[in-house]
């Protein structure tokens, strides 16, 4: 039997076999892929404690426009394995590279939100761009948000270690207290509750991981060797992720970006700007 005929005959065979829902990272961690639509393929990258749900709207609008639209849970989030570690921004863009690999994805435009945008910036200049065709950085928490004597208009790392203080007495309490800020005063009660179960999904041990690399990981001198097309989205509302400490620095030292501004936008502008964005977004894959 020659192998066209064994193919036909066998259609689970690998080469007829669909991606699977799941790709394996370096250190075995399984991290759960969902993909919609077919086309031109497009990577969302999650925020902190938060997973690929949470790119619902953004699936719904561009799938029907001939995008392939895949989302991954990090790895400690949603229905990835909870590793031990691995929460670092190295391990975090290796797990990118997984996820690319095991879809195999090509010309693929990178979407990364707060803390995934970071992971974009730490793939590309570890992995190389041969396989990416865009980026779009969504209020990202880039450049450095720690404040040092080179970076004075950082916050203090013992603000940050204050935080996350509060966090081991009652972080369910403090998400609920401060999701307001994530939203506007448009948003409705239960979508703010869903983004709020959602969070709440993540284990302690893991959004303090997390979040420390967010704080502390300085990404300056990496932004200015990215020559991907870029597109840098973020409110001047945010008080998450503030456009002055975080998206104007960023677009300010990639060389080849574009920054827009959403007027009265918070952190949550995928829930609240939900029409604004996906249109930029398509604009921007499409152009």
């Given at each position: 039997?020659?192998?066209?005929?064994?193919?036909?005959?066998?259609?689970?065979?690998?080469?007829?076999?669909?991606?699977?829902?799941?790709?394996?990272?370096?250190?075995?961690?399984?991290?759960?892929?969902?993909?919609?639509?077919?086309?031109?393929?497009?990577?969302?990258?999650?925020?902190?404690?938060?997973?690929a749900?949470?790119?619902?709207?953004?699936?719904?609008?561009?799938?029907?426009?001939?995008?392939r639209?895949?989302?991954?849970?990090?790895?400690?989030?949603?229905?990835?394995?909870?590793?031990?570690d691995?929460?670092?921004?190295?391990?975090?863009?290796?797990?990118?590279?997984?996820?690319?690999?095991?879809?195999?994805?090509?010309?693929?435009t990178?979407?990364?939100?707060?803390?995934?945008?970071?992971?974009i910036?730490?793939?590309?200049?570890?992995h190389?761009?041969?396989?990416?065709?865009?980026?779009?950085?969504?209020?990202p928490?880039?450049?450095?948000?720690?404040q040092?004597?080179?970076?004075?208009?950082?916050?203090?790392?013992?603000?940050?270690?204050?935080?996350?203080?509060?966090?081991?007495?009652?972080?369910?309490?403090?998400?609920?207290?401060?999701?307001?800020?994530?939203?506007?005063?448009?948003?409705?009660?239960?979508?703010?509750?869903?983004?709020?179960?959602?969070?709440l999904?993540?284990?302690?041990?893991?959004?303090?991981?997390?979040?420390?690399?967010?704080?502390e990981?300085?990404?300056?001198?990496?932004?200015?060797?990215?020559?991907t097309?870029?597109?840098?989205?973020?409110?001047?509302?945010?008080?998450?992720?503030?456009?002055?400490?975080?998206?104007?620095p960023?677009?300010a030292?990639?060389?080849?970006r574009?920054?827009?501004?959403?007027?009265?936008?918070?952190?949550?502008?995928?829930?609240?700007?939900?029409?604004?964005?996906?249109?930029?977004?398509?604009?921007?894959?499409?152009s």
């Amino acid at each position: 039997m020659d192998r066209a005929t064994a193919l036909k005959s066998n259609p689970h065979s690998p080469a007829t076999t669909p991606p699977q829902p799941f790709a394996v990272a370096a250190d075995g961690a399984r991290l759960h892929v969902t993909a919609w639509g077919e086309g031109a393929p497009v990577l969302f990258l999650h925020n902190w404690a938060m997973q690929a749900r949470m790119w619902d709207y953004q699936f719904a609008a561009l799938a029907p426009h001939g995008l392939r639209c895949l989302g991954y849970d990090r790895r400690g989030h949603g229905r990835s394995d909870q590793s031990a570690d691995g929460y670092d921004y190295d391990t975090l863009a290796d797990d990118v590279a997984a996820v690319i690999e095991a879809q195999d994805l090509h010309g693929v435009t990178l979407v990364g939100h707060s803390m995934g945008a970071g992971e974009i910036v730490r793939y590309l200049t570890r992995h190389g761009g041969r396989r990416v065709k865009k980026i779009v950085l969504l209020a990202p928490t880039t450049p450095f948000l720690a404040q040092t004597p080179d970076n004075p208009s950082g916050l203090p790392l013992a603000a940050f270690e204050a935080m996350r203080t509060a966090w081991t007495v009652d972080f369910p309490g403090w998400v609920s207290q401060n999701a307001p800020a994530f939203f506007t005063p448009a948003t409705s009660p239960a979508l703010i509750d869903w983004a709020v179960r959602m969070m709440l999904e993540i284990s302690l041990p893991v959004a303090l991981a997390c979040n420390r690399a967010v704080t502390e990981t300085d990404f300056r001198a990496e932004l200015a060797k990215i020559d991907t097309p870029c597109l840098v989205i973020h409110g001047d509302a945010d008080v998450s992720a503030p456009l002055a400490l975080t998206g104007a620095p960023t677009a300010a030292l990639i060389p080849n970006r574009d920054l827009k501004v959403y007027e009265g936008a918070p952190h949550g502008l995928m829930f609240t700007h939900t029409e604004r964005l996906n249109a930029d977004l398509l604009q921007f894959i499409g152009s």
